[in-house]
Structure formats: C-alpha cells, structure tokens
C-alpha cells in the first residue's frame, strides 16, 4: 500500500505541524509515527520505555528533518494528561493518535481485577483524557484530528479479553460520537478497529502455529497504519483489512448476537485455550 504522504500537503496543513501519537515504541503506533513523519509531521512520542522512543524519534528526524519530542511515562497513572500536556507546551497538536491498550489473555475470573481496571484506565480514561485535552484548542483552530484505536472486539462480547473488548468498544462508540460533534468543529476523528496484526505485542500473546480469529493472516502494521490515516477525514469507522471487513459484515449484520458471541468463543479457545 502506498504511503499516506501521497494525500500530499493537503495532508499535513489539515493535521499539522504537529501529531502526538500515543503508544509509539513499537508495533501499529511506531507505524503511524513513521508514515506522519513522511508526511512531513513534527512528533511527540508517548510510550513508558525511553529508549525505544529515542530510537525511533532519532531515526525519524534523521530521515525527514523533522522535529520530535519523546514522553516516558505511563498512561496508566494518574497524571499522565498533565505530564503530556507540560511535554507539549508551545507545540500546535493537529492529529491525536490514542494508539495504547493494556490487553491481557485469560478468564475473566483468573485475571486479577488490578489487571482489568489497568486496561480500563490505560484503553478508556486514557483517550477521554487526551481527547479532551487536545480537542478544544483543535476545535479553535477549526481543524485537526484524532484516531482511537479500536479491534474488531468491539463489535461483540469476546470471551477471554471481556474488558479488553469492552473498552474498543468504548473507544469505538467516543471516537463516532466525538465525530459527529467535533465535525463542527472542522476536526475529523476516526474509529479504527484492527483485526490481528502482527506487532511484538500480538505475537508476544499468540501460541505460535494459533489459527486467526477470521481467517485472514494477521496484516502488517504498517498497513493498519496507512488505512486509518488514508480513512481520517472520510468517514467515522474504518475496519482494517479486506478480511476483517467481510468477516466483521457477517458477524455484525448478518447473523444474530448469540451465533457472532459463540463464533468469537470458539475462535478463541481454539487459538488460546490449548498448550502452546
Ligand atoms: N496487534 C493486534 O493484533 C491488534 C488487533 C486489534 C487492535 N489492536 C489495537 O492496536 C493498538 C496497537 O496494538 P499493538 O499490537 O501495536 O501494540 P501494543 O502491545 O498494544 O502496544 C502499543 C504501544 O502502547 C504502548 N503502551 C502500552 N501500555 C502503555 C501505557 N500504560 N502507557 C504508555 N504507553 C503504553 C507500548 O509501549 P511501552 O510498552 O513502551 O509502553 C506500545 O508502544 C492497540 O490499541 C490495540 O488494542 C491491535
């Protein structure tokens, strides 16, 4: 897939100069850092681990001259809005990507309750925390966006990762709703839900040789990255993937909540419930 700078400078004075992606030390969010670099986008990188956010922001300032600005810190905590918004004053944020998720495998009832309220916090109160933030002075500025990232478990009760697929579909149900508020406004925001993709973070929570939740195999995140942001702007949902779109038609539309909640289960337990 081409890259998304190909939008052109339309891209960049719509959503510029700078974008702050959340969760960027790997995977899916260290995608988006690099296609808005390309795009000609100044950054601020969020993630708890320094040092791979340097290494990236290093890399991307060598390779597009732009400038880059890194924030260690956890987006669990309780001050963690502030710490950002303090790590961005002076900056003009035109594009907010809430990229981060807590996700942890297992029975609900095996799973310490520590464990979901962290995903609560880090997938939940984190975007309504930067949205909140960084959408107002968007909004006076009468442009912008913002991505949340969501999973095709918001769209049923996925058994297993329960929380988990609770808070996409929060994310999914704000980032629709703050799209049609904020369009307003002129600022664009977009659910992207993501089927399996094959981050560090997938693959450090897979069994190997695990069949895929849909079928298709797990998409590059590169290629997540450059549907969402060729999406912003368009619409309020992309479903990543031609896979996950047909897959996701049929459980949504085409057969009863009960038959989409059962084929999840199976697919799960099949994938998660055996020796890896
Ligand atoms: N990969 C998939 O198969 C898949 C499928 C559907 C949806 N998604 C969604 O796509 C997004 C990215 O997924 P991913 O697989 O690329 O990566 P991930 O393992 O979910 O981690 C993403 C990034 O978030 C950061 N992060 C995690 N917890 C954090 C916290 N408490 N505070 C600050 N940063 C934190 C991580 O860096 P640090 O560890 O350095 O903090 C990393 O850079 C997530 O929202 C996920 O729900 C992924």
């Not at 296609?35 to 060598?62: K, Y």
């Not at 001050?79 to 809430?98: K, P």
């Not at 450090?204 to 290629?223: C, I, N």
């Amino acid at each position: 897939m081409p890259p998304v700078s190909l939008r052109g400078a339309a891209f960049a004075s719509r959503y510029g100069p700078c974008a702050l992606v959340a969760g960027a030390s790997e995977g899916i969010g260290r995608s988006f850092a690099r296609e808005l670099a390309a795009a000609g986008l100044h950054l601020v990188l969020v993630a708890r681990r320094a040092p791979p956010l340097d290494a990236l922001g290093n890399e991307l300032r060598d390779a597009h001259g732009i400038d880059v600005r890194t924030v260690a810190c956890d987006l669990a905590e309780a001050g963690a809005a502030e710490t950002i918004a303090g790590a961005c004053r002076g900056l003009e944020i035109g594009l907010l990507v809430y990229n981060a998720a807590a996700s942890s495998v297992g029975r609900f009832l095996d799973t310490p309750l520590d464990t979901h309220l962290r995903a609560i916090h880090v997938n939940a109160r984190g975007p309504v925390l930067l949205a909140h933030a960084f959408a107002g002075p968007m909004a006076e500025r009468g442009r912008g966006g913002i991505v949340l990232m969501s999973s095709l478990t918001a769209f049923q009760g996925t058994p297993l990762v329960s929380t988990y697929g609770a808070t996409k579909a929060f994310n999914l149900i704000l980032a629709e709703g703050l799209w049609s508020e904020l369009a307003e406004h002129g600022v664009d925001v977009l659910a992207c839900c993501a089927g399996a993709t094959s981050t560090p973070g997938y693959e450090r929570s897979t069994p190997r040789r695990s069949p895929t939740l849909f079928g298709p195999d797990p998409q590059d995140p590169g290629d997540v990255a450059r549907e969402a942001l060729r999406a912003l702007g368009r619409r309020p949902l992309v479903v990543t993937g031609s896979g996950n779109r047909i897959a996701s038609f049929v459980l949504r539309r085409l057969v009863t909540r009960r038959f989409a909640i059962s084929t999840m289960s199976r697919a799960m337990k099949a994938r998660y419930d055996r020796p890896s």
